[in-house]
């Protein structure tokens, strides 16, 4: 279960994710962390969340952000919010660590999905990041916090998550797993 305070390192990259907030913490209204990002370039595809909001602060270096079609550089102090079911995607792009705390609201299964996503990383099961086709279709069927990739019609993704998913969990796959939180999906 995430707690606040509680540290988790990509063995990676490097990248450090602390839990400022957790759902429990504020009630299910956000998640809070506070990322240290010494890879360099995109971790995940353009995407969009369709039921939440992110909020980025920077503390320190510089935070690339895609936002309708054009690249934006944060600096310290800079914050910006990403409305839901807006494509974006957020990025360290230089050689220097970045920085910043970031909000989600409201908070659903957040929290779970980046420690599963670390654990997964952990054992193995995401090398470079990727999870695999399976996985990535288990987890976008049964998590709360619904995340859809940018560059593909939600009709036809939303048609293979609910062909896949039920197979892929009749393999063993899980949105979230026990192993890496207190609760399985």
Do not use: C
Not at 29 to 56: C, I, M, W, Y
Not at 58 to 77: A, F, M, N, Y
Not at 153 to 176: C, D, E, S, T
Request: glycine share 8%; no cysteine; proline share 6%.
């Amino acid at each position: 279960m995430p707690i606040k305070g509680q540290i988790l390192t990509n063995p990676d990259t490097g990248d450090i994710y602390e839990f400022l907030e957790t759902a429990k913490d504020t009630d299910g209204q956000r998640v809070t962390l506070k990322l240290a990002l010494k890879s360099k370039g995109e971790l995940v595809p353009n995407h969009f969340h369709a039921l939440q909001d992110e909020h980025f602060e920077v503390v320190s270096g510089r935070l690339t952000l895609w936002l309708d079609g054009k690249l934006q550089i944060l600096t310290p102090g800079e914050k910006i919010t990403l409305p839901k079911n807006k494509p974006h995607n957020h990025y360290n792009a230089d050689d220097e660590t970045v920085v910043f705390i970031q909000s989600v609201t409201p908070a659903l299964d957040f929290d779970y999905l980046l420690e599963n996503i670390i654990g997964l990383t952990m054992d193995g099961k995401m090398p470079n990041g990727k999870a695999g086709l399976i996985q990535e279709l288990v987890t976008l069927k049964y998590l709360d916090s619904n995340s859809y990739l940018a560059s593909i019609p939600q009709g036809p993704q939303k048609f293979l998550m609910n062909l896949v998913g039920p197979i892929g969990r009749l393999f063993g796959y899980r949105a979230i797993y026990r192993k890496y939180s207190d609760i399985e999906k």
